[in-house]
């Protein structure tokens, strides 16, 4: 038993090494990159369930993923998703039937992340505020 030895030690250090180099690659890859704050609305008026995402540059509000979500105990429900216009709106078309009224929802625009081009940048996800729709 003593002083026999198994090719996995060896494995799991290659595997160890090279976790270390594309985690050092990111990092530099990440230190060069823009970061931007994003804010996420979320409309309480007709038509229901649309908002836009808010921030300081402009390629932060074009082309966002955006989900709305309804707040439940336990695991909120994903209700449906929508990308955001060049204008940072976004809308998402719920069937009148699969909501009850006093739903509470909000919305949640993803991360964004271009580090491949020369001008590499990050937009900061965000959620939104809650809001109660109250149905008819």
Known sequence: MFGTRSGGG????I???A????ATWA???LAGVEKFDSKATISRFLPLYHGKVKSAEPKCERGRRVALFEKRPGRDRKVGSDRTNSRG????????GQLE???????RARRKLDIVSGDGF???????????????
């Not at 709106?89 to 009148?96: E, I, L, Y």
């Not at 009224?101 to 919305?107: E, I, T, W």
């Open 101 to 107: 009224p006093q739903d509470r929802f909000y919305a």
């Open 15 to 17: 595997l160890a090494v």
């Open 10 to 13: 060896r494995a799991v250090a």
């Open 89 to 96: 709106r976004w809308k998402v078309k719920v069937p009148a």
């Open 19 to 22: 976790a270390v180099g594309c």
């Open 122 to 136: 990050v937009c900061r996800p965000d959620r939104s505020p809650t809001v109660v729709f109250v149905g008819d």
């Open 27 to 29: 990092a530099t890859a």
